[in-house]
T-cell receptor, first 117, second 117 residues
Framework: TQLLEQSPQFLSIQEGENLTVYCNSS?????LQWYRQEPGEGPVLLVT?????EVKKLKRLTFQFGDARKDSSLHITAAQPGDTGLYLC?????????????????FGQGTILTVHP | DADVTQTPRNRITKTGKRIMLECSQT?????MYWYRQDPGLGLRLIYY???????NKGEISDGYSVSRQAQAKFSLSLESAIPNQTALYFC????????????????FGPGTRLTVL
């Protein structure tokens, strides 16, 4: 069974601070995704990383895919209250034969971020 | 208008009752999914459907059933609700994933908060 473990589970910081959220697995993933979920809404995709060592930037958010494609990180610079939410990493699940089952996702347990003004 | 809608948004029911949660999408996607979300457990897949004639169990299908009435509609039923099915339920859709990415964007509805007393 593929597992994605996120850390920390909770993060409470002041506006302007930097933070990093981690997503780790013992399994290799062909790609990893990061979603953000706000209260009362469903998750929304932020980014997909597909190449080992890849770094993608989305304004103040930097996403990195590990060289071995077993882990990913999300770094937020100068956090703002609008960044508050649940951050989820996800990767394609394995099919019955052990290969990637394209379309199905396995999710990490999530990181709840609260940014105080 | 939202691309993925879920009804009802909130439901309180009693143990033993039959409950149906409905999902509709206007994105034209063939693939639809039902997840449940519990605190600290991320999103877990209940059932998924890759087209109208295709229904597959996810990791936690016991106690649930689904019906794919049309490309745009995918409903989840709890035949006899029990308290540990109290959770937030999400429907999602996706297009055919690009093989070189391993996974494609999933688009989530706003969720149904179900409470079983």
């Amino acid at each position: 069974t593929q597992l994605l473990e996120q850390s920390p589970q909770f993060l409470s910081i002041q506006e302007g601070e930097n933070l990093t959220v981690y997503c780790n697995s013992s399994s290799v993933f062909s790609s990893l995704q990061w979603y953000r979920q706000e209260p009362g809404e469903g998750p929304v995709l932020l980014v997909t990383v597909v190449t080992g060592g890849e770094v993608k930037k989305l304004k103040r958010l930097t996403f990195q895919f590990g060289d071995a494609r077993k882990d990913s990180s999300l770094h937020i610079t100068a956090a703002q209250p609008g960044d508050t939410g649940l951050y989820l990493c996800a990767g394609p699940s394995r099919g019955h034969a052990g290969g990637t089952s394209y379309g199905k996702l396995t999710f990490g347990q999530g990181t709840i971020l609260t940014v105080h003004p | 208008d939202a691309d993925v809608t879920q009804t009802p948004r909130n439901r309180i029911t009693k143990t033993g009752k039959r409950i149906m949660l409905e999902c509709s999408q206007t994105k034209g996607h063939d693939r639809m999914y039902w997840y449940r979300q519990d605190p600290g457990l991320g999103l877990r897949l209940i059932y998924y459907s890759f087209d109208v004639k295709d229904i597959n169990k996810g990791e936690i299908s016991d106690g649930y059933s689904v019906s794919r009435q049309a490309q745009a509609k995918f409903s989840l039923s709890l035949e006899s609700a029990i308290p540990n099915q109290t959770a937030l339920y999400f429907c999602a859709t996706s297009d055919l994933p690009a093989l070189d990415r391993g996974s494609d964007t999933q688009y989530f509805g706003p969720g149904t908060r179900l409470t079983v007393l």
